[in-house]
Nanobody, 115 residues
Framework: QVQLVESGGGLVQAGGSLRLSCAASGSMFSINTMGWYRQAPGKQRELVAVITSVGSKNYADSVKGRFTISRDNAKDTVYLQMNSLKPEDTAVYYC?????????WGQGTQVTVSS
């Protein structure tokens, strides 16, 4: 089993920045993919950004150039630096980890961007 604990959400004005962190613990494989998804009210959960254990990254088109995903394998932690935030970025952000055939989710952290 793997546990994911997110931190760093909050309220910010449009144009501002936030940094999310997600620390993983438990039975970690050396090869895995960690990332962030988000879900706005009334919408489906969507991918924001993911990063593999060897550093390959993938971003949603809506966040390219504004968000940066990174990870520290020694700490089993993934980060999401969010710059130039927009009101449409408002959502609950979920940390995710995929290893083998298993998927794990964090409890979610609220990000609210005011206009």
């Amino acid at each position: 089993q793997v546990q994911l604990v997110e931190s760093g959400g909050g309220l910010v004005q449009a144009g501002g920045s936030l940094r999310l962190s997600c620390a993983a613990s438990g039975s970690m494989f050396s090869i895995n993919t960690m990332g962030w998804y988000r879900q706005a009210p009334g919408k489906q959960r969507e991918l924001v950004a993911v990063i593999t254990s060897v550093g390959s990254k993938n971003y949603a088109d809506s966040v390219k150039g504004r968000f940066t995903i990174s990870r520290d394998n020694a700490k089993d932690t993934v980060y999401l630096q969010m710059n130039s935030l927009k009101p449409e970025d408002t959502a609950v952000y979920y940390c995710a980890l995929r290893q083998g055939s298993s998927n794990y989710w964090g409890q979610g952290t609220q990000v609210t961007v005011s206009s």
